[in-house]
């Protein structure tokens, strides 16, 4: 399947039925084991079960240096099945998509998924070797991510007409949502003015467009549609998760030269991929939480993913249509902006926002007309993206 290819639409989804999160920020004495298990204990206490009668798992951290599945000598050591997931800021979407395969293909009936991390104050400055490419692209400073998301987001914003307002409006969108989000890092709201005048990081970003890495957990609990209808009367159903890495000429994070040719990224592939697995369409989704790592991200990931048009999104920002009230909600708890990033946790956290507002759980945050269909998004080094698509019905 080469990444033009989009999936086989999925049969007997799994359904979401529990859901638990270990506030974002810093936690001095915290570890990140003890993150995890709380989220998973919120999770288990969520859907009413508890550990034994999970018989698969799977789980990821990026940063910690920790195999996941060690978490079982603090939850119980029931024998099971549980398999360590780690693939950039993917990493949590593809523990789901490994869980739901287990639940669809009969594996399992009821599954554990868990992301966590703990990373350390500053940007992401890992060693180039890591993502094959020599010690001398370090050494440049090439390894520091914000000069690439600037340089992608500038090249977007001259092709397609989109003003740095649009910026600084997307950021006070995530400060305003993480305010009246519980779980948020940063719950101060800013204005536009304030975040347009922030110490400039890389043009056309300043410091306040950027999310931090952080720390803490989430966890899901999923189940087959049988089990599901016997927890539940609010299963949330993963419609269809896919997975590409980048495709020849597009513009990624860690290259070492610009393509001649303008190629789709891969998260237009991965998108593309989920809708097909789900059967649904751009123009079917309620809700979206995309990757927001600085403002322009999510501005690209709106047309990268199909919600709109490259372009429209000066449009619908400027008329409030991505705001909690507006037509297509977006990053509705804040997102990454507001909550960090441990990036093992990242992906299930959008996933986590999804099942709430589905549930109508959200609190202060509740969209005015409750979601059918949600749709996650996250883009990482050196170039892997995953989407999730999301619906409170199996078909």
Known sequence: MTATTPQRRW????????????????????????????????????AGITWPEIDFAAGGSFMTGEEPDSLVGELGLTGIQFMNVRNACATGATALWSASSAIRTGVAELALVV????????????????????????????MLTPQFFAMKTQRYMYDHGISDASLAKVAAKAYRNGAITPSAFRRTP?????????????????????CSPDEG?????????????????????????DMRTRPLGSFNVFSTSLPLNDEPAATTFAARGAFAAAGLEPTDVDIAQLQDGEAGAEIMGM???????DGDQEKLI????????????????GGMIAHGEPVG??????????????????GERQMPR??????????????????????????
């Open 303 to 309: 047309a990268e993913t199909g919600l709109c048009a």
């Open 190 to 210: 800013m204005t536009e003015e304030a975040i347009a005048a922030s110490r400039p990081i890389s043009p056309p970003l300043t410091q306040y467009m950027f």
């Open 318 to 333: 400027h008329d409030a249509e991505t705001e909690i009230t507006g037509a297509i909600p977006v990053n509705t708890d």
């Open 345 to 362: 946790a990242n992906g299930l956290r959008q996933v986590r926002e999804v099942v709430v507002q589905m549930r109508e759980e959200a």
């Open 11 to 46: 049969s007997d989804p799994a359904a979401i039925v529990g859901v638990g999160i270990y506030p974002h920020g810093r936690h001095p004495g915290v570890s990140a084991r003890a993150m995890a298990v709380h989220a998973i204990n919120q999770a288990l206490t969520d």
């Open 217 to 241: 957990a989430v966890a899901l609990i999923v189940a087959s549609q049988r089990k599901a209808a016997d927890l539940t009367d609010k299963p949330v159903f993963v419609r269809g998760v």
């Open 115 to 142: 992301g966590y991390d703990k990373h350390p104050r500053g940007a992401f400055n890992l060693p180039s070797t890591q993502f094959g490419i020599g010690d001398w692209y370090g050494k440049q400073g090439m």
């Open 370 to 395: 409750r979601p059918s269909v949600g749709l996650t998004q996250v883009y990482g080094a050196p170039g892997v993206a995953a989407c999730t698509v999301l619906s409170d019905s199996a078909s």
